[in-house]
């Protein structure tokens, strides 16, 4: 593993007072669309240093609200839409909650954003989502893809340096940690400081948390282009130890930066994805370790390399890679055919990036892990880089549904069910993709209101959920099948 980094601990003790003044706990009301965190993205860059972009386009590290399209023109085709939830504008990320089974369970889907936490109930009529409870915090940044644990029904918030109107070079980053077992008395349990704070995931079945980006403090070391992963321990929630170490240093052709977001799949294995690409880690079990050589056992705090690496330029339009899935495990059937493409050989990622010009915005990117179970990734440098193959791409620009006025065109957060991709495109509102042949990935539909700002989508049940930050939550109920 690169040489890790040690930091004062002084600048991880918990703060659970820090904010209190700025959240109070209500019940059942909504709650309107809070003012932007900055100024603009050109302060937040400069008071960040110039180190804000996360891609190689005007990206101020993720601090990206997107504008409604240009024209009034809308565009939809093989979806409907059947719902929505207005009073969640600013929505961000969801998260779907069972409570109780049988004739008494319920359904929860949270919605996250600049409001703080929203609950509302789904059970009664999916499509009619019901304000049931909140947690209101005006001005909370980011939450995006917030993760939670089901089993003790704890959500893990994720505070970015830019929240409250701070900033990357100097403002505070932590951890909210929220007792969700009761959806109309939402509580929180503590707050602690972590270095990073753009994206917060489970590891290891919610015992660890492991939390990334966005650009670097003005403390950190002079060489990093944003800032890696810190593990805390949420064994005890109410009591969470940050290790003072961080890990997914060296991913960008052996240079620390910007560790964007980490996803898990049904084989335990974490997702790094970041600038300089997307690295695998065995969290958990013995394995061997293709740098030390030799076989150990890996942990929340100490992981094994497994594979990945960086993203071949050729096909991409930046070195930023913003989220990840593979298709393995009992999950191996909802992408491409795993008896002619291999159980959990390919990637799926999603490139973020806002250059000029749609045509040069971030992609989806699907690429093979061949050639990279030996640590390579780990390995590139600048003078021998190692590059994952890219099996295809695919972007908004030019492609039936899309406002050829609208510059605003990047992917971002996608969700996959049997071999059906819906991602978010922001103002291109949200498309979804055969990628049965990951060769040729195919729009079948897609939904583009007028006012489109599409963060994230969830297949739940019969239909997708869209964490819209200018509309809310769109409830969608596909029909191209």
Request: glycine residues 12%; neutral net charge.
């Amino acid at each position: 593993m690169h040489p890790r980094t040690s930091f004062p601990s002084g600048r991880l003790l918990q703060g659970a007072a820090a904010v209190a003044a700025t959240v109070a706990l209500t019940a059942g009301s909504a709650w309107a669309c809070p003012p932007e965190p900055e100024n603009s993205q050109t302060e937040q860059a400069a008071a960040a240093g110039g180190q804000a972009a996360e891609g190689t386009g005007g990206h101020a590290g993720h601090y990206h609200r997107a504008a409604p399209a240009s024209t009034k023109s809308e565009a939809v085709k093989g979806v409907r839409r059947v719902g929505g939830v207005p009073d969640a504008k600013g929505a961000i990320s969801l998260m779907f909650m069972d409570y109780g089974r049988g004739p008494h369970k319920r359904t929860i889907m949270y919605a996250t954003g600049q409001f703080g936490l929203k609950a509302y109930d789904i059970s009664a009529d999916p499509r009619v989502p019901k304000l049931v409870g909140q947690l209101n915090m005006p001005g909370m940044w980011e939450t995006e893809d917030t993760d939670f644990d089901p089993k003790r029904k704890i959500i893990y918030l994720s505070r970015d340096p830019r929240a409250f109107g701070g900033n990357t070079a100097t403002g505070e980053s932590g951890i909210y940690v929220v007792d969700a077992s009761k959806p109309e008395s939402l509580r929180q349990i503590t707050y602690v400081k972590v270095p990073a704070g753009h994206t917060t995931t489970c590891v290891n079945d919610c015992k660890y948390l492991w939390t990334g980006g966005p650009a670097k403090a003005s403390w950190m070391p002079a060489d990093w282009g944003g800032r890696p992963v810190w593990v805390t321990d949420v064994r005890n929630p109410a009591r969470p130890k940050v290790h003072k170490d961080p890990i997914d240093t060296g991913r960008n052709d052996g240079k620390t930066d910007y560790t964007h977001d980490i996803q898990v799949d049904s084989d335990g294995v974490a997702w790094a994805s970041g600038r300089g690409g997307v690295r695998g880690y065995y969290t958990t079990g013995r394995h061997y370790d293709p740098l030390r050589k030799k076989w150990r056992t890996a942990t929340a705090v100490d992981p094994v390399p497994y594979a990945g690496g960086g993203l071949d330029e050729a096909t991409t339009n930046s070195t930023f890679m913003h989220n990840s899935y593979r298709a393995v495990g009992r999950t191996r059937d909802q992408a491409a055919d795993p008896r002619r493409w291999g159980n959990g050989k390919l990637l799926y990622v999603t490139e973020e990036t806002f250059n000029d010009g749609c045509a040069n915005d971030g992609l989806l990117v699907i690429a093979s892990l061949k050639g990279s179970y030996g640590g390579e990734g780990w390995r590139s440098t600048p003078e021998n880089k190692f590059r994952l193959h890219t099996v295809a791409t695919w972007g908004v620009a030019g492609k039936e549904g899309s406002d050829p006025e609208s510059t605003d065109c990047s992917a971002h957060y996608f969700d996959v069910r049997d071999g059906v991709i819906a991602q978010s495109f922001y103002s291109q509102g949200t498309r979804f993709l055969d990628v049965t042949d990951p060769t040729n990935p195919r729009q079948v539909a897609y939904y583009r209101p007028a006012d489109a700002a599409s963060w994230q989508p969830y297949w739940h049940g019969k239909y997708v959920y869209v964490a819209d930050n200018t509309r809310g939550v769109d409830v969608l109920e596909p029909t191209f099948r």
